[in-house]
Every structure is written in structure tokens, then in C-alpha cells.
């Protein structure tokens, strides 16, 4: 029974494309975040939401846009995809500002 | 801006061999220092939390400390399985802070 969960694991693309990631966690947790992983292993925070309401907005070009449709849910679209988007882009929750717990991420390939 | 420095960026050892990872950290305060360990593939999965210098906290293997300006991850007797990616983060006091992550050092265990 997954904790966070999202998909797709795999996600190949061209450039210029519209792509979504989705993901949902069903441990009740009230904060949900974005992270994205590049090539040398850097985490770095992109996007967190609160009880839906966001609460960290990293600088993040306006071509992504995270939606929170409920507390267990927190999507992430790109649009107008560049071969620099190309990473693992992680989805985690918690309860605010405790632990996180990861999904096993989302690895994207922008050709 | 807060900053979390690892090193080494790769360890390896031999089984049995203990060794250390280090984490220097700048923050303005902490609210919480985080461990995780990724293995390939897959999202971070916690393993500690220290909160104020001179605490230590165990885990089979692994025991991690903390000072003002520094963390270290103690691994003793390691086995092959202790293989993944150690990632030490950082969490600011007060409101809605996001975690900062350092880029991990991997550590590979030999039989």
C-alpha cells in the first residue's frame, strides 16, 4: 500500500510538448511538495502546498504550475517542455514541516 | 540562504570497515537537521531527525550527531546493504521553511 504515489514513472517527450505529473498520498499529511533532482543528485524544492494553499514557491519558470485539487492530491504540469526540464521530479508530503516522505519520482526525458 | 556542504561525494569501503560522512550546514537557526538515504531508483527515505547540538540518535548501523555548525553520519561494521546515496538537509525555524537538501554522498559497501 503505497504512501506517495505518482505517476507516470516514465515520462519521454519532445520539446515544445505539455506534459502533467500526478501524485497522491494517503497519509492523511496536510503539506505537499515538488522536488526536482538533477543530474548530480540535488534536491532542490520547487513548489509546497498547504491544505491546498501554497505556501513555498520556488523561482520556477511560470511554464510549470502545480494544482492542488484536494489535501491528498498535488499535480504538476509543464508546459512548452525545454531540454533542460529534463530530471526526476519528486513528489513528498508531510505533516507541516516534519518528515517528508518521497514518492519513488518521475523521470522525465525532454528530446 | 541556507547552505548544507557533504562530504566526501563518493565513500567506499570494505565490509566491516566504519567510517563517517559529514554535513556542514549554515542556516539562520534550525529548526531540524534531516538524514535520509536514497537508493537508486528510488525517493529519499527518512532515517533521522536532530534538532539541537549534542544529540545523537541510533539506527542498527548508523548513528548520527550533531554540533552548531556540522552533522556527521557514524556507520560502523557496514554491510554491502548500506549502499545508497546519504542526503543531509537542513530546515530553518519559524512559519512555513522550506528543507534544504545537500547533494549526498554515495557510499558503496564491497563484500
Known amino acids: 500500500d503505497t504512501a506517495v504515489s505518482q505517476t507516470p514513472k516514465y515520462l519521454v517527450t519532445q520539446m515544445g510538448n505539455d506534459k502533467s505529473i500526478k501524485c497522491e498520498q494517503n497519509?492523511?499529511?496536510?503539506?505537499m511538495y515538488w522536488y526536482k533532482q538533477d543530474s548530480k543528485k540535488f534536491l532542490k524544492i520547487m513548489f509546497s502546498y498547504n491544505n491546498k494553499e501554497l505556501i513555498i514557491n520556488e523561482t520556477v519558470p511560470n511554464r510549470f504550475s502545480p494544482k492542488s485539487p484536494d489535501k491528498a492530491h498535488l499535480n504538476l504540469h509543464i508546459n512548452s517542455l525545454e531540454l533542460g526540464d529534463s530530471a526526476v521530479y519528486f513528489c513528498?508530503?508531510?505533516?507541516?514541516?516534519?518528515?517528508?516522505?518521497f514518492g519513488s519520482g518521475t523521470q522525465l526525458s525532454v528530446l | 540562504e541556507d547552505q548544507v556542504t557533504q562530504s566526501p561525494e563518493a565513500l567506499r569501503l570494505q565490509e566491516g570497515e566504519s567510517s563517517s560522512l559529514n554535513c556542514s550546514y549554515t542556516v539562520s537557526g534550525l529548526r531540524g537537521l534531516f538524514w535520509y538515504r536514497q537508493d537508486p531508483g528510488k525517493g529519499p527515505e527518512f532515517l533521522f531527525t536532530l534538532y539541537s547540538a549534542g544529540e545523537e540518535k541510533e539506527k542498527e548501523r548508523l548513528k548520527a550527531t550533531l554540533t552548531k555548525k556540522e552533522s556527521f553520519l557514524h556507520i560502523t561494521a557496514p554491510k554491502p546493504e548500506d549502499s545508497a546515496t546519504y542526503l543531509c538537509?537542513?530546515?530553518?525555524?519559524?512559519?512555513?521553511?522550506?528543507?534544504?537538501f545537500g547533494t549526498g554522498t554515495k557510499l558503496q559497501v564491497i563484500p
Open positions: 538537509a537542513v530546515q530553518a525555524p519559524g512559519g512555513y521553511q522550506k528543507v534544504t
Open positions: 497519509l492523511g499529511h496536510d503539506t
Open positions: 513528498a508530503s508531510s505533516r507541516l514541516n516534519e518528515k517528508l516522505f
